[in-house]
């Protein structure tokens, strides 16, 4: 299986995208974050190191396919989209796609947002919202602009290229944390999701051991004291 395989290799890769304080982040050149210390109670639990690989977050459900990673954890919510290409762990946070704008602005409320352009992380569920391809929602963004990093999406809505950034909440508050002068989280959100750890499909054995290693961090209290250790800055 690839879980005797890993134990043999001596390490388990882990892929991400560090751009997504406080899941993923950079600290100089350490990488950090909620989602890194759930990886490594997995590959404690596999008894072997960690190996963090960073791209970018539109890349990862690729790279799982491609036999080059273990698990993706990325503050990556359960769609049924990516269903069809990774096989999802249990939840392990309840999460939401939340509305940034500059403080003051005419928006106040989702449906402000139509017509607006909107700033997003390419590839994320914030992106799939706002852009609509299947013209569903109630809420029609005027236009898009898609960015790598959810902080350059945020540097211009100081500056005045777009009306708002959407991107899930944490990381948001996160950004108003470093800017409470000049920017602002509505109350109200775009969407719920749960975020889900991926494991290339049909991955049994890998996908059992971070289930085991979730519901341990959960039962034990673990997981809310990891969550906890990052809200503070
Ligand atoms: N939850 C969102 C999604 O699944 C955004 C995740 C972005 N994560 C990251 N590490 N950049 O699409």
């Known amino acids: 299986t690839s879980v005797d395989k890993i134990k043999a290799a ?23 974050g909620i989602d890194i210390d759930i990886s490594n109670k997995i590959a404690e639990k596999l008894g072997v190191e960690l190996k963090v690989n960073d791209i970018a977050f539109d890349a990862l459900t690729t790279e799982l396919g491609s036999g080059k990673t273990n698990f993706v954890a990325a503050g990556m919510t359960a769609d049924e989209d990516r269903k069809k ?44 919202y706002c852009t609509n391809e299947d013209g569903k929602n109630e809420i029609k963004v005027g236009s898009t602009e898609r960015y790598a990093k959810g902080v350059d999406a945020v540097a211009d ?5 777009i009306d708002a950034v959407v991107i899930d ?41 971070v289930n085991s290693v979730l519901s341990e961090l959960k039962s034990s209290g673990e ?10 800055n």
């Open 10 to 32: 001596g390490f388990v890769t882990m892929s991400t995208n560090a751009e997504f304080e406080p899941f993923e982040f950079k600290d100089g050149d350490k990488i950090i």
């Open 85 to 128: 290409n990774v096989d999802f762990s249990d939840t392990y946070f309840d999460a939401s796609q939340a509305i940034i704008v500059l403080k003051g602005s005419a928006i106040k409320s989702p449906a402000d947002l139509n017509g607006k352009k909107v700033g997003v992380q390419q590839g994320t569920t914030g992106d799939t």
């Open 157 to 161: 809505l100081i500056n005045g290229k």
């Open 169 to 209: 909440d944490f990381p948001a508050k996160k950004f108003v944390e470093k800017n409470p002068d000049k920017i602002a989280k509505l109350e109200e959100a775009l969407t719920t999701e749960q975020y889900a750890i991926a494991v290339p499909k049909g991955d049994k054995a890998m996908l059992d051991t």
């Open 223 to 232: 997981l809310d004291k990891i969550v906890e250790k990052y809200k503070e």
